[in-house]
Nanobody, 121 residues
Framework: QVQLVESGGGLAQPGGSLRLSCTTS????????MSWARQAPGKGLEWVSG????????DYAAPVKGRFTISRDNAKNTLYLQMNSLKPGDTAVYYC??????????????RGQGTQVTVSS
């Protein structure tokens, strides 16, 4: 079955960086667009970023554009999210998600368990 396992979360200071990883199994990773989403305490799920199956196109939510970079390694079946210039407002549980096609990263069919990111001084 589809498995998505996030890692790399933790505590960072404002202005700091973290790199999240999502290791996958149970499906042909290179055939599907992928995305990252987050859920802050007391708030709903927010889409953060998406990437085409071949990595040729990426997209970002306005709050993270210019600070976060999504990437993937299809040989390693792994998705990444490089987060720079972190702000307290980035504090959330971050999830990676598998989409339903090679390009529709905003439509997700599976999601991992999440990794906690806390930005605080």
């Amino acid at each position: 079955q589809v498995q998505l396992v996030e890692s790399g979360g933790g505590l960072a200071q404002p202005g700091g960086s973290l790199r999240l990883s999502c290791t996958t199994s149970g499906f042909t990773f290179s055939r599907y667009a992928m995305s990252w989403a987050r859920q802050a305490p007391g708030k709903g799920l927010e889409w953060v970023s998406g990437i085409y199956s071949d990595g040729s196109n990426t997209d970002y939510a306005a709050p993270v554009k210019g600070r976060f970079t999504i990437s993937r390694d299809n040989a390693k079946n792994t998705l990444y999210l490089q987060m720079n210039s972190l702000k307290p407002g980035d504090t959330a549980v971050y999830y990676c998600a598998k989409s339903v096609s090679a390009t529709e990263y905003r439509i997700q069919s599976s999601r991992g368990q999440g990794t906690q990111v806390t930005v605080s001084s």
